[in-house]
């Protein structure tokens, strides 16, 4: 999307304001597709939670996405968007069994990772079929907050613990269909994913009647110019190859299914802010804009950068600003980062704005949520409208004191 463009749609629809670009969300779904041409059971299950807005989902339901949900709300959501229940599989964590006997009414796809859950599950419905998350103990992502597969994350059944899951299995009689795994986000080391991916082979051979094997994701894509990024490609040279190999050796067709979720979205999305104030300190200039992290916490609770331009004067001279929000806390976007000349009223435009940051948002402050538009076919479409102070108190029960 062009500056042009994103200034027009915060002129129709007002700051602050994510938008998100159809094509992008269309080519990155392509191109994962295309890497893994070569395997004739491939299954791609949007993992919804980097951002459920539900013309999002009818968007990769159209390009024929599956779903990886976790929560009954996100499966919820999903059928709602008009995802069948084989479509979706439910990868929840710390739930209850009533939470996940519910979804397996449905009819959704259940993915355990938990001893108890597993042996309480079976014993109950041993025909449902399950798949299994294990933990490899190998941590594939760079920040340890998003990495998931070392030896103390609350996710997954520790491969060494293999020897009780089988005779779980053998106890209960129960149909085990599916193995999972998921390393973490933000991969890195494509050698060490392959890595993670022969411990998900070793435990598969475990197995006979297998349907599919599910690697996760965490595709890790560029938040800043030079920045690393997963070469997908290159990964789906070298699995393919390997999970060719290993169908022929298990002797049964199998479906090699991923959950991406930032690789599909964060790159297509756009966060828009106005510029209330400039503040110049001792020490610094601040550009204080009309938001927080009530709408964007990916900074403040991951460190994380998204690249910031100000697309009102594109072209100005650059100067350090610390760009912060409107929040009665520390919320700081950034520290000292070069951006063209900086006035107030200016519009900011944050890239890389699509994964985990309107599903992160908040009423902090008591603020409104800002609205949504999905850019297609050089047109904005609102998809979700800017909350009001209606729908700030609408859940409220006001008692007479």
């Known amino acids: ?36 041409a070569k395997v004739e059971n491939l299954r791609l299950n949007y993992a919804m939670k980097a951002l459920s807005n539900l013309t999002i989902l009818k968007l990769l339901k159209k390009c024929g996405s599956g779903l990886d949900t976790v929560s009954m709300q996100e499966v919820q959501l999903g059928l709602h968007a008009g995802f069948t229940a084989d479509k979706i599989i439910f990868t929840p964590n710390g739930v209850s069994f009533e939470e996940i006997e519910e979804v397996a009414k449905l009819g959704v796809q259940i993915n355990i990772d938990n001893l108890s859950i597993l042996e309480h599950f079976g014993t109950k419905y041993p025909k449902v079929p399950v798949c299994i998350r294990i933990n490899p103990h190998v941590m594939a992502g ?44 933000d991969i890195l080391d494509i050698e060490v994913f392959l890595y993670a991916a022969e411990i998900l082979f070793d435990t598969a051979k475990q197995f006979k009647q297998l349907d599919f094997l599910d690697f996760g994701s965490g595709f890790k894509v560029p938040y800043k110019k030079g920045d690393i990024e997963t070469n997908i490609e290159e990964l789906g040279k070298k699995l393919t190859k390997r999970f060719l190999s290993f169908e022929k050796e298990y002797g049964r067709s199998l479906t090699l299914a991923f959950e991406p979720g930032k690789f599909l979205v964060s790159e297509a999305g756009y966060f828009l802010a106005k510029v209330n104030v400039v503040k110049q300190t001792t020490s610094t200039v601040f550009a204080g804009i009309d938001s927080g992290f009530n709408h964007l916490i990916r900074p403040m609770l991951y460190g994380s950068q998204h690249t910031i331009e100000n697309i009102s004067n594109p072209k100005g001279k650059e100067r350090f600003y610390t760009v912060v929000g409107y929040i009665c806390e520390t919320d700081t976007f950034a520290n000292n980062r070069r951006i063209p000349e900086i006035k107030e009223g200016d519009t900011l435009c944050f890239k890389n704005a699509g994964a985990y940051c309107f599903s992160m948002a908040s009423n902090y402050n008591s603020r409104f949520k800002p609205a949504e538009v999905l850019w297609k076919d050089g047109k904005g479409h609102l998809i979700t409208k800017r909350e009001t102070f209606e729908d700030l108190i609408k859940n409220q029960i006001e008692v007479a004191l």
């Open 1 to 36: 999307m062009q500056p042009k463009d994103l200034l027009a749609i915060a002129e129709e629809f007002g700051n602050p304001l994510y938008v998100y670009d159809a094509a992008t969300i269309e080519q990155q779904y392509n191109r994962l597709t295309a890497a893994f």
């Open 142 to 185: 760079g920040n340890a907050n998003i990495s998931v597969g070392h030896i103390d994350s609350k996710f997954g059944i520790s491969i060494y613990q293999m020897p009780h899951v089988l005779r779980i299995v053998e106890n209960t009689g129960m149909h085990i269909n599916g193995i999972h795994m998921h390393t973490g986000s």
